[in-house]
């Protein structure tokens, strides 16, 4: 998106498409600076869903503990418009996701709901619904919006990330071994 680098991808096109955990080079939006860590998606077939979530604490709490790393300011979770939400696993993926982050920093969670159809918006509102694998994160504080990837829209989204002088609760709970490679305290 902001470099000319060539990184591994699961496939090509829209869909589920990134291979390996990585990190953006910081950019500017009005003033604001981001950086974006995009990981491979849940439900791919290279990876399980725990794997993805080890995978993921492991990389966050290496940036963590570098020398200057900023703080985690949110989470921008990307649902596909129209993918099925009745799924079991999809629940126990997001309850994994709200205990890992805490209740107190829901708030600093936004899901965007993917798509250039006009069922975005009433694709958003469902996942509000009581009945919903998101239900928790909504009620706790998360947003949930509709998402076209169109620049002013992605900018938008950006811009409510508020930052956060609080840190998502896995970040006091866990301990790197960088030696043994391994977290503890999950």
């Not at 899901?111 to 009581?130: F, K, M, P």
């Not at 169109?150 to 609760?169: D, F, H, W």
């Amino acid at each position: 998106m902001f470099s000319e680098d060539k990184f591994p991808v699961a496939s090509e096109g829209m869909g589920l498409c990134t291979a390996t955990f990585r990190i953006t080079h910081k950019f500017t939006i009005s003033g604001r600076s981001f950086r974006l860590i995009d990981s491979p998606g849940f439900y791919t077939a290279s990876l399980s869903t725990s794997d993805i979530m080890k995978k993921l604490i492991t990389c966050l709490l290496q940036f963590r503990d570098s020398k200057g790393a900023p703080n985690l300011s949110g989470i921008l979770y990307l649902h596909p418009e129209g993918s099925e939400i009745g799924d079991g696993g999809l629940k126990r993926t997001i309850e994994a996701l709200r205990h890992l982050v805490g209740d107190p920093w829901l708030r600093s969670v936004t899901i965007a709901v993917t798509g250039e159809g006009t069922t975005a918006g009433s694709d958003a509102a469902a996942l509000q619904e009581s009945t919903s694998p998101f239900y928790s994160l909504y009620y706790g504080g998360a947003k949930i919006l509709p998402l076209s990837f169109e620049l002013p829209r992605i900018q938008e989204i950006l811009l409510g990330i508020e930052p956060s002088s609080s840190q998502p609760r896995f970040f006091s709970k866990t301990s790197w071994n960088l030696r043994g490679r391994f977290v503890d305290g999950l």
